[in-house]
């Protein structure tokens, strides 16, 4: 009986390490998804099932923002990459992360022979900017309001850079990951200036709603050995990326806000 009862549970452990979980993303810009709709989201499954090969496997799943908010908001089990818990806590108090996979920030781009510096939302006053529809800015919306911003929404990263080299808008709000992406792999983007001071910086994590906190753990355990894995640091290499690895353009006040955001 003992020995039954021994081998049910290591039958049933090795179920549970044999386990293929669903990682949603709703990014669709790059680096995340490319042309070829291969991007840095693919190949970090990819390298996270390469490392953690006989434990929890991850299958990517793409999915639209409102059907996300509603699977986070009914507490249906969602693990979610380059997640930042304030983006989701409305929806849902719960919801935790992993580790950092990296550092990223919303910066004001411009064309590189009429840079635009921003250093606070009154410095765009007079100024037409292009942005991501869907996306808010609070620290805006009252200028915008007021007629003061000009802000263009448009559908992805390249329509709003149509509107730059257009003259229709003065700058763009662009992912400091997508900016070094271009600046690394576009050869057809042509030179933008960054402004030295970033609208917003955040950490990117995997979050986990209720049902799924309890894989966090594992999950940590395999970022741990992805920065430390050659392999996976010549790929951020390749994306650009490799120096968001660290928060190293953040102030101190800058890292305790983005820190207090995944508390």
């Known amino acids: 009986m003992r020995v039954w009862l021994a081998f049910s549970l290591l039958c049933l452990a090795a179920i549970s390490h044999a386990q293929t979980l669903t990682l949603y993303t709703y990014h669709e810009a790059e680096p995340f998804i490319n ?115 000009k802000r263009i929404s448009m559908p992805d990263y390249f329509s709003m850079l149509a509107e730059l080299l257009s003259g229709k808008a003065d700058a763009m709000m662009l992912t400091h990951s997508t900016l070094l992406f271009w600046q690394k792999n576009r050869p057809d983007v042509p030179p933008l200036y960054s402004s030295k001071q970033h609208y917003d910086e955040y950490s990117r994590h995997i979050l986990a709603t209720p049902p799924m906190a309890g894989y966090l753990p594992e999950i940590n355990r395999v970022i741990a050995a992805m920065r430390h894995d050659q392999a996976w640091q010549q790929l951020l290499e390749q994306y650009g990326i490799f120096t968001l690895l660290d928060p190293f353009n953040l102030d101190i006040q800058e890292l305790q806000k983005v820190q207090q955001s995944n508390l």
Not at 138 to 146: K, M
């Open 35 to 149: 042309e070829g709709q291969v991007g840095l989201s693919q190949h970090f499954v990819e390298h996270f099932n390469a490392l953690n090969k006989n434990g929890l496997q991850l299958r990517l799943q793409p999915i639209q923002r409102p059907a996300l908010n509603r699977k986070i908001a009914a507490n249906d089990g969602v693990l979610l990459l380059w997640a930042n818990a304030l983006w989701f806590k409305k929806l849902n108090d719960q919801v935790t992360v992993s580790d950092v996979l990296f550092w990223d920030s919303d910066m004001l781009v411009s064309l590189a022979e009429k840079p635009l510096e921003y250093t606070g939302p009154q410095s765009l006053s007079g100024k037409t900017f292009t942005a991501p529809a869907g996306h808010v800015y609070y620290e805006l919306d009252d200028l915008i309001t007021a007629g003061k911003i």
